[in-house]
């Protein structure tokens, strides 16, 4: 296995942990990689994320600091739905470049 499709299966493992210990049930959640570092961000939309930027983002980082090399974004569902009513460069990037890890919104099909 070439060290590219480990380091990705590594990446989507993590990302898996990191989804179940976010302990939210219903999600849309998208992997992709960073175009400039070995990273990868994790994109969530949930109806269960707090409407409080600064509680959802405690909530996430006290999640997402155990797997350093994923950055996590999270939107609720409503953010979302304002943002695609747009045309929007970044959620067609992701849709085309990602791997899909849940789709309950039926966001990325």
Do not use: C
């Not at 304002?82 to 039926?106: A, H, P, V």
């Amino acid at each position: 296995m070439s060290k590219t499709k480990i380091k990705k299966t590594h990446l989507i493992e993590d990302a898996k942990k990191l989804l179940e210990l976010l302990k939210i049930k219903k999600y849309s959640a998208i992997l992709y990689e960073h175009p400039i570092d070995d990273e990868a961000n994790l994109f969530i939309i949930s109806e269960e994320f707090h409407t409080n930027m600064e509680r959802r983002q405690t909530h996430i980082f006290s999640v997402s600091s155990q797997f350093p090399n994923i950055e996590v974004i999270g939107w609720t569902l409503d953010e979302f739905r304002k943002r695609s009513k747009r045309t929007d460069e970044f959620l067609n990037k992701i849709k085309k470049s990602g791997i899909i890890l849940k789709d309950d919104y039926q966001i990325f099909q």
